[in-house]
């Protein structure tokens, strides 16, 4: 018999045991369409408490005007996170997935990065965290620029096309604004 929910894809109880064992809180990412929303969670018998949550929306407020799931909004997501635990006095977390594989230069990676770049402590090896360009949006911006050359007139990017050019500053701008505790 599987537990209904193994069968409906939510939990890895292996997984689950293993980050009870370490007495640890975890961090949990939720990706939808357009939105992205990260946890820390602290199991307990009666149920998980949710600590701290920061999400895109909270970004795109802010007055972040590109997708609310790419590279940066995820990295951004995660700073606000770490910053956050760090009010609270977290300190020390580790990645839950669920049934989820954590990947190489994911998003999720880049949630992490900026976690640690907040001064949290997350368990991850520092070699699977993406690399700068592609968090900062240059790897967009470089994408848009070679479609508006060759012509491209499709709906990608038509909305944020007139200043995709400024992701790279824009990024920069939320990142202090984070930092510097303006956005709480």
């Known amino acids: 018999m599987i537990f209904r929910r193994r069968r409906e894809f939510k939990t890895d109880y292996r997984r689950r045991k293993k980050i009870l064992?370490?007495?640890?809180?975890?961090?949990?990412?939720?990706?939808?369409?357009?939105?992205?929303?990260?946890?820390?969670?602290v199991p307990a018998k009666n149920g998980d408490r949710t600590m701290v949550e920061a999400n895109s929306k909270e970004i795109i407020k802010a007055g972040w005007h590109f997708s609310g799931k790419n590279f940066p909004a995820f990295y951004l997501v995660g700073l606000l996170l770490g910053k956050r635990a760090?009010?609270?006095?977290?300190?020390?977390?580790?990645?839950?997935?669920?049934?989820?594989?954590?990947?190489?230069?994911?998003?999720?990676?880049?949630?992490?990065?900026?976690?640690?770049?907040?001064?949290?402590?997350?368990?991850?090896?520092?070699?699977?965290?993406?690399?700068?360009?592609?968090?900062?949006g240059k790897s967009i911006s470089a994408y848009a620029a070679k479609l508006r050359e060759s012509g491209y007139s499709g709906v990608q990017f038509s909305k944020v096309l007139p200043f995709i050019d400024n992701i790279t500053a824009e990024f920069n701008e939320m990142k202090n604004k984070i930092l510097s505790g303006e956005l709480k």
Do not use: C
């Not at 064992?21 to 969670?41: E, G, T």
């Not at 949630?111 to 592609?134: Q, Y």
């Open 21 to 41: 064992l370490s007495k640890l809180p975890f961090i949990y990412v939720f990706k939808s369409n357009r939105y992205v929303w990260a946890q820390i969670i």
């Open 86 to 136: 760090a009010q609270k006095g977290i300190k020390e977390a580790i990645l839950y997935t669920g049934v989820r594989a954590y990947r190489k230069n994911s998003k999720v990676a880049a949630l992490l990065k900026g976690a640690i770049d907040a001064g949290f402590k997350v368990r991850v090896d520092e070699s699977t965290l993406p690399p700068d360009d592609l968090i900062n």
